[in-house]
């Protein structure tokens, strides 16, 4: 159990449109889910933590306007770049924490590989 | 300001032979958790191991066990009867109450193995 999914697994779009990722929970409630970005070769950056029907909470450095996310249910959150650059490309990953659970632990999602163009 | 260090960026090991990865960290709290994850070429993240800082005893998965000193704040990773499969960035992460459950991570360790 503690499957995560993302769809799309890699998206290429244009300067100045906007794309959607999407993260699933699969078999398990998530009451909180997070958003990484990571660079070849480098650690994961913790962009924001969604929970389930409030706000997300960024990271110090991230334009909130730009990376809009949305944690609708708990089984879905979506992170939307919005007027993409191509200093937005980058690996995405998202993980979850499960409901009912207390060991902390984060289950991950396969990522998003973003090319903009 | 709590951190993560993994001082050795790159590592290699014989097949078949082990291998300890070092992760230090540094923590005021007293509650907290300590992670190893992985990152094969996939880049899918798999968790290796896992320690509550309250339990004594060391974790051990199969062939992973964790060298765990609360008072040095150290948590190493031994990787026993290495395999080619184990060829990953190995990642060792932090996380509290205190700071909303974040995982605070290290840098990351790239280890190589050698048939």
């Known amino acids: 159990g503690a499957v995560v999914s993302q769809h799309p697994s890699w998206v290429i779009c244009k300067s100045g449109t906007s794309v959607k990722i999407e993260c699933r929970s699969l078999d398990f409630q998530a009451t909180t889910m997070f958003w990484y970005r990571q660079f070849p070769k480098q650690s994961l950056m913790l962009m924001a933590t969604s929970n389930e029907g409030s706000k997300a909470t960024y990271e110090q450095g991230v334009e909130k306007d730009k990376f809009l996310i949305n944690h609708a249910s708990l089984t879905l959150s979506t992170l939307t770049v919005t007027s993409a650059h191509p200093e937005d490309s980058s690996f995405y990953i998202c993980s979850a924490r499960r409901r009912e659970r207390t060991n902390y632990e984060q289950y991950f999602g396969p990522g998003t590989r973003l090319t903009v163009t | 300001a709590q951190t993560v260090t993994q001082s050795q960026p790159e590592m290699s090991v014989q097949e078949a032979e082990t291998v300890t990865l070092s992760c230090t960290y540094d923590?005021?709290?007293?509650?907290?958790?300590l992670f190893w994850y992985k990152q094969p070429p996939s880049r899918q993240m798999i968790l290796v191991i896992r320690?509550?800082?309250?339990k004594q005893q060391n974790a051990t998965e199969n062939r992973f066990s964790v060298n765990f000193q609360k008072a040095a704040k150290s948590f190493s990773l031994k990787i026993s009867d290495s395999q080619l499969g184990d060829a990953a960035m190995y990642f060792c992460?932090?996380?509290?109450?205190?700071?909303?459950?974040?995982?605070?991570w290290g840098l990351g360790t790239s280890l190589g193995v050698n048939p």
């Open positions: 320690q509550e800082a309250y």
């Open positions: 992460a932090f996380t509290n109450a205190g700071n909303n459950r974040k995982l605070i």
């Open positions: 923590t005021s709290e007293s509650d907290y958790y």
